[in-house]
């Protein structure tokens, strides 16, 4: 014990003496050196305050020149005050403390923005990193300029502390780093489509037509803005669904000039010159500034479909934006403008007379907006407004489509239910790299979408890789969050602007064209069949879903908590050779839930031992039908690979084999790589942070396998009994969702 006990008191003495050197080092090199760290600290964070709260006015640069002007002497007065309350406590000058507090507070403004993505543990002992970093670089200046002290320590200090900060802010200024995921993706997809359909160069000439500005010149028109020359609209009361709250609504209100009892209708119309009757869409944007007139952002989108023979209304929903829980409000705010617009269509005499063919609208929205046309449609079709029957709706517009881009799901939600859509098209668009919406949100909305089977409708989505959330609007850029919290986002491995509206551009004309009724084009297939057109679309990796309405749907594992039983009557499932099966609630990479549920598989054929005792054994997913008759039918399902804790050069394309086998016991064999490839996860990295730790977020997504009947060589496609799905892999883990067969499909005897 008295041998332990001196231990202790040499340890004791020892730690006492560092701490009379270091002492004696701090006032030797950097005693009395807080001024020049106090004033650092003190615009650094005003500032930061005034970038965030600089959005009130017009010019932004005079609300932050205000905001940083009205925080220098509200934190002068609060690190004042909080050091005389803690001196008074601890009888110690803490100043320089709150001083490095300060600075710790903006770095981790700055460095945790998106910081579940790089890991917020890290990500916040950075940022401590950087704030000691910058105190020492300060003091050590303020020495060296101020009290000329010239030792080794503060020279070494400040070299030190200049190089590490030198790096930080060239990382803070960048645009990141480029990824090379995409190009290996892509590489692995050039030897796979063995049986996909190419264009011939005809469909080649007729798609590039296609892509550029069509025949017709293109003619704009704004209401309700008051400007002079405006057409003049009427004034709307969502006072109801939003509310202007705080001090940021006091001045919104003032800044616009109306309170959301009297919210002007108005927008921007682009119209055809030559023709008339037109195809009609609504747009709407998401929410943003409300100094950005965003609906102004899609000016490229008007003008090309305007040139195509469509009508197109960007309606200004800046009354919704700074809001929350106001989604409700935009789809009312769209519906009565949809009701304004009518009005200029049936004005004789006016620009717009006769321009629009209201038996043919469709609606998009962009982020928010993407959700509040899901809303519209469905409050289109009510008699009253689901949370209050004493508010009486009376719209029943023609509404046959809906674009959802980017958007957001579940902000709203009608009675506390989903908003739970049938028998409208549906085309999702969303960029695996959105740092806003960073999840694929509309899918669940997607799998809210039935089909009665009465109308010819079709669902898709396209998620592609390398695109944003703010590049789809021209006016919001390609930072997805405010300054300074979008310092770390990586930006250098978005796809251009123009590029990505080229997507936007072409994959909505290409729906428009199919469900709104214009005359039938080949193109029409970029809707179930990206692959075809890769070539001449912007290269990046593209996954694909979709579901027509003219789908026996199989099994969607939907039903029940049954897994051996099908959604169509008489179908029964097995799996074979595999660790575990089950119906699993799907969830986004951030774990939010997709909404809807689908049959995973996991296996490992290597057993504990590490032998191959099951090496010729596939894993295998297999699905007995009821007796059918089938006619000129294809076989459809969704597949996911989940597979993770992959690097680059290990991806691989997920390998199916399918087998078809009919009544009289003969079976064919086709590979689904022949006709789509299955990406592995996508590898994205949405902070600069993930590049510097080598951590990756891998962003699942269903591909939609397509494969004719009549491929399958040998048998009679007519009277086929069981479908099997077998993966040749060692090891994986996928998910299997919406095993369908398309068109007339009878259950009849043999």
Known sequence: MQKIRNTITCIKEKISAARVRFRSCRERNWNDTTALLYWCAIFLFSFSAGLMAGGFMRPRWAGVLLAFLAAVPITMLAVWLLGKI??????????????????????LIVMTAGAYTAGFGKSVLLSLAVSLMVTLMLKSLWALLYHKVRTKTIAVSLGFSVIFMGG???????????????????NLSQKTGGKAETLTKQEQQEFCREMEKGPYRALTAAYGTGKPGDLESETV???????????????KEKYQGYPLTEVPLSGMIWYPEEVSNCPTLFLIHGNHSWLTDSYQGYEYLGEYLASHGYVTVSVDENACNSLSGENDGRAVLLLENIRQVAAYNQHEGGVLYQKMDYGNLALAGHSRGGEAVCTAYLFNDLNYYPDNGNRRFQYHFSIKSLIAIAPTCGQYRPSDRSVELEDVNYLLLHGANDQDVNSFMGMEQYENISFSKT???IKTS??????????????????????????????????????????????????????????????????TNWGKYRSLLPQTVYVQSYQRSDVMMLCDFEEDARIETGTAEGVRIQAEHVDSWREELMRFSNEESRGNYAAVLKWDTEDKEGENARQEEKAEFCI????????????????????????EKEARLL????????????????????????????????????????????????????????????IDSGKICQIRLCFPGKEGKVAIDNVGIRQGLLFTQF
């Open 655 to 714: 390998d199916v084999e399918i087998w078809v086998k009919d009544k009289s016991g003969a079976e064919a064999c086709l590979s689904g790589k022949d006709y789509v490839p299955v990406y592995p996860p996508l590898l994205v990295r949405l902070n600069k942070l993930q590049y510097l730790w080598n951590t990756i977020e891998y962003k699942h997504q269903f591909q939609t396998v397509s494969v004719p009947l009549e491929d399958f060589e040998g």
């Open 462 to 527: 396209l998620y592609v890789a390398g695109l944003n959330h703010g590049q789809f609007n021209s006016l919001w850029g390609k930072y997805d969050m405010m300054e300074p919290i979008n310092r770390m986002l990586n930006v250098a491995n978005f796809l251009s602007q123009q590029e990505q509206q080229q997507i936007a551009k072409i994959a909505i004309k290409v729906f428009l064209d199919q469900t709104l009724g214009q005359e039938e084009k080949s193109s029409y297939e970029l809707l």
């Open 455 to 457: 109308k010819d409708c």
């Open 168 to 186: 930080v802010c060239w990382l803070l200024a960048g645009d990141g780093f480029s990824d090379s995921y995409i190009e290996t993706y892509l």
């Open 237 to 251: 009361n969502i006072s109801r669904f939003a509310e202007n709250e705080g001090i940021g609504g006091f001045f």
């Open 86 to 107: 803690l001196y008074w406590l601890f009888r110690g000058n803490i100043k320089e403390r709150l001083c490095w507090l300060l600075l710790w507070m903006v770095s």
């Open 624 to 647: 007995s039908l009821p007796k059918l008759e089938l006619e000129g039918t294809t076989l459809q399902f969704d597949l996911m690979d989940m597979q993770e804790d992959f690097f």
